[in-house]
């Protein structure tokens, strides 16, 4: 399997108060780029064979890791995917990552493809029940969807098939231009499914078929009980959670 990276983000938010490096891949824990975390995880995986890592020039050092290519971004996080894509020239589902997740470890991420391998489908995205976010990690924000049967988190990992990410990749920019938003994102779907969501009545089930209506392709939503695939550094205080966490490794 083929991994993408992406971290070509600018460090424009909230974080940039206690960091001024300029891209959020570049932000330091314990004196290192964040995006070297992740990259660690995925080199030593036997699973994965090589990893297109999408990021400005002179923020990590090439050839640090055997399986990593140097890739520029594009204008906009999904022209850096398909950037990605084309390099790679993958026929099969490739792993794609954000770059601010340094506390993703390989008993995450092979549960998750494990997980996914019980079921056909073009895309799979990763779902972490709020209880086990906050078994872990007492005290950290995340924005929670009200699900019918759970409380859930969104994941930073999915994973995807190439031919996928080519046909739909217009409305890839809008469903990653609104995935802090879930409300936004639900829309897309449909203000009936808006409508069960304000009222915590909807069901993962429903969104994949509906999903699979709209575009014609099948995904899959996968319970994750890693949370370390929803916590993403994107605060102050994640930050200093990670840093806290990773100090003592």
């Known amino acids: 399997m083929e991994a993408i990276v992406l971290g070509g983000a600018p460090n424009s938010g909230p974080i940039r108060t206690i960091d001024d490096a ?3 891949a570049g932000i330091k824990i314990n004196d290192r780029p964040m995006i070297e975390f992740v990259l660690d995880v995925l080199e030593a995986m036997d699973e994965i064979e090589k990893i297109a890592v999408v990021i400005p020039e002179g923020l990590i050092e090439p050839g640090k890791w055997s399986k990593v290519t140097l890739m520029s971004p594009g204008a906009t996080m999904i022209d850096s995917l398909l950037q990605a894509v084309n390099h790679l020239q993958s026929r099969e589902h490739v792993l794609v990552l954000a770059s601010d997740i340094p506390l993703i470890t390989k008993e995450a991420l092979r549960d998750f493809l494990s997980s996914c391998s019980q079921r056909q489908a073009a895309v799979y995205y990763p779902f972490v029940p709020k209880p086990a ?17 759970n409380i859930v988190t969104g994941g930073n990992v999915i994973l995807i098939e190439p ?7 217009q409305r890839l920019r809008q469903a990653f231009a609104l995935r802090k938003h879930p409300f936004k994102l ?6 009936r499914f808006l409508f069960k969501l304000f009222r915590g ?3 993962v089930e429903e969104i994949e078929s509906r999903v699979e209506e709209i575009l014609n392709l099948k995904g899959a939503g996968i319970v994750s009980l890693y949370p370390e695939i929803g916590v993403d550094v994107d605060k102050p205080s994640d930050l200093e959670l990670v840093r806290s966490i990773l100090a003592t490794n």
């Open 163 to 169: 031919q996928t990410i080519i046909t739909h990749h």
């Open 22 to 24: 300029p891209y959020e």
């Open 201 to 203: 009545q909807l069901e």
């Open 133 to 149: 976010v906050e078994e872990k990690y007492p005290g950290v924000k995340r924005t929670y969807v009200h699900l019918k049967d």
């Open 186 to 191: 639900c829309r897309l779907l449909g203000f």
